[in-house]
């Protein structure tokens, strides 16, 4: 069977179709937009309070300040990472002459402590030399201060040695209301349970993953059973051993543009992936065989996302392979997965080839109601925009966005949708770096260290680079990996967190942009589970339609907030919003102002809302 054939289950789900709850929203949300043009807009101040913004050094950025389709001025991503205190950095070999060497960084927001704010993990893995000596790299954890500072509290939280760490994953596997941690390791996975005192478990054994011991990458909790447990997905990378090492240069899978560098992972044996079903009492279970996903090509794993790709309220998962076919798992909701990642078209690019697949961002940037995909690929290659036109059908707009051109000759690695500017339209912001550090001995453009990209919505499904109009920050070049948004310091404007495999993370804050509105909802589940994973929030402003889903693991083996964040606009309200839980209970809000920060806890709607820093900052 040829790689663009559909198989027969494909075409009958295809045929049969499906209108779930969110596009029956659509047309609903069409009133709201007519409506919108028979109401004149009315500007208005924010009413956000002030507060002690962190240090931003005065410079010439802002000459170049880019304005959005309405003429809004763009935001300038400035470097705050010295204001926050925050002193880790990441070990890396000089000449990185093993893969192994080339893939951590990852970086996960939690608030462990559940005191409102953002906390921020940044993992480290050693190098072959330290492993071979018995040296262990040390990853951190910063609590965030409530004063644009962050204290590294690892030791005392003891989650500062987990492994020889890749990526790390937020849920809350014993749905006890305190967020887990879940590190991936060359050499398995760590969970590390919340003790709800400001310090961690490591009860991997106890929960049944001790035998987990590939070099996982990519973790992602989700409830694919529907049964109130997160369960748990771990891709697994290159089968890499450093009893065996391969030897740099020595073969032809070990030279790139005709140099000498590490070896992988063409050439090298992929790793099966695995599933874990929650059991309900702190163990899990493997069922990677029994419900299709256990990767039996030994495809090269790195990032996995759950979502509902196709609004049939049936959790499917996503599994980006580096140079290989992506798997698009549909779920049938029981505990069965079929790959449709052929006949959606998201297994590989519109000229049919496999790329490096490498981190994932899922987003509605047309404001359709569907989550459509980003995926960050090699230097020779570009990121690709699989646009979802529904019923598991994608096509690749990479070209035709302009996303494409403006990615070829990057290493990308963590990427998101995001919308920097509230302006209600994600934008998309990627992170770079090469894996040869070799390559800048090269008379080409290739370089090891490389910028960050940002581009623009266009609203009309194309995307403007303007990376060199949003501040000299991400200009700087770096080997970047890991990359995770966060409302950091509570005040609606959303943070990047980069962390780089070589040296410090960069933590990026929008500033000068416009005076817009936005809202920000963390869902509680009842019956769904309790971090409320896969939950989503359909929200109508005015003429905007958003769509935000909480979700674990993702970018490139990191997490970002779990908060969904929404910028408004100039709209001082959301008109109405529909929460739609994973068990299937949908809830309806209306009339909800906006500059808010609400808490929502399944079948009791709002449970309180608070003002950006006002007020007591515990969790209801
Ligand atoms: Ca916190
Ligand atoms: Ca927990
Ligand atoms: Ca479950
Ligand atoms: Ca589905």
Request: hydrophobic fraction near 35%; aromatic fraction near 10%; glycine fraction near 12%.
């Amino acid at each position: 069977m040829s790689y663009r054939q559909r198989t027969s289950a494909d075409a009958l789900a295809i045929a049969k179709g499906t209108r779930g709850p969110v596009q029956g929203f659509v047309a609903l949300s069409a009133l709201y937009l007519i409506v919108l043009f028979l109401i004149p807009a009315v500007l208005g101040q924010s009413p956000r309070s002030s507060r002690r913004k962190p240090a931003r050094k005065p410079g010439s950025e802002r000459d170049v300040q880019v304005a959005n389709r309405v003429g809004e001025p763009y935001p300038q991503l400035v470097d705050i990472t010295q204001s926050t205190g925050i002193q880790f950095e990441h070990l890396s070999s000089p000449e990185q002459k093993f893969i192994v060497e080339s893939m951590s960084g990852g970086v996960a927001v939690v608030d462990y402590d559940r005191d409102g704010w953002p906390d921020i993990y940044f993992t480290n893995a050693q190098t072959v030399d330290m492993a071979l000596h018995g040296r262990k790299a040390r990853s951190a954890l910063y609590h965030n201060n409530h004063d644009g500072t962050f204290t590294d509290v690892s030791d005392k939280a003891g989650v500062a040695y987990p492994c020889w760490a890749m990526g790390a994953s937020v849920g809350d596997y014993n749905n006890d209301g305190w967020p887990d941690l879940l590190v991936t390791c060359f050499g398995g996975v760590v969970l590390y349970r919340n003790n709800r005192d400001g310090t961690f478990s490591d009860v991997t054994k106890s929960a049944g993953l001790g035998n987990d011991s590939g070099w996982a990458t990519g973790a992602a909790f989700g409830d694919y059973n529907g049964d109130g447990w997160a369960d748990l997905f771990i891709a697994h990378y290159v089968d890499f051993h450093l009893e065996s090492l391969p030897v740099f240069g020595s073969r032809e899978t070990c030279k790139y543009v005709g140099i000498d560098v590490q070896c992988g992972p063409r050439g090298l044996n992929g790793s099966p992936d695995n599933l874990y079903r929650n059991n309900g009492d702190g163990t899990f279970t493997d069922v990677s065989q029994a419900s299709g996903v256990a990767d039996p090509e030994h495809r090269y794993g790195l990032t996995a996302v759950w979502s509902d790709f196709d609004n049939d309220g049936k959790l499917d998962l996503l599994v980006a392979n580096d140079s290989q076919p992506n798997y698009l798992y549909r779920g049938n909701g029981a505990g069965k997965f079929s790959d449709t990642g052929f006949s959606s078209g998201i297994a590989l690019d519109e000229n049919g080839a496999a790329q490096a697949n490498m981190g994932i961002a899922i987003g509605d940037y047309l404001h359709k109601g569907r989550m459509s995909v980003l995926l960050s690929h090699f230097d020779n290659e570009y990121a690709t925009l699989y646009r979802n036109d529904g019923q598991m059908r994608f096509t690749d707009e990479s070209d035709s966005s302009g996303i494409a051109q403006a990615t070829r000759g990057y290493v990308g690695w963590g990427d998101v949708f995001v919308d920097f500017g509230n302006d209600g339209w994600q934008d998309i912001f990627l992170v770079n770096g090469h894996v040869y550090p070799q390559v800048d001995s090269v008379h080409s453009q290739l370089r090891y260290r490389e910028p960050k990209l940002l581009f623009l919505n266009e609203r009309n499904g194309a995307f403007k680079n303007i990376s060199a109009k949003a501040g000299l920050a991400i200009q700087i070049p770096q080997v970047g990996r890991g990359l995770a948004v966060a409302d950091l310091f509570n005040d609606g404007k959303l943070e990047a967190i980069v962390e780089n495999l070589v040296g410090k993370p960069m933590i990026l804050r929008p500033e000068g942009g416009p005076p817009n509105h936005w809202i920000s909802f963390q869902l509680e589940g009842l019956k769904s589970n309790r971090l409320a994973l896969n939950a989503r929030v359909r929200a109508a402003a005015g003429d905007l339609l958003l769509l935000g889903e909480v979700i674990s693991g993702g970018s490139y083996l990191s997490q970002n907030d779990v908060r969904i964040h929404f910028g408004l606009g100039r709209h001082k309200r959301v008109d109405k919003a529909i929460i739609f839980w994973p068990d299937g209970r949908v809830e309806n809000l209306t009339n909800l102002v906006a500059d808010h920060f609400y808490f929502l806890r399944e079948g009791a709607g709002i449970v309180s809302s608070k003002l950006p820093r006002a007020g007591d900052p515990k969790r209801p």
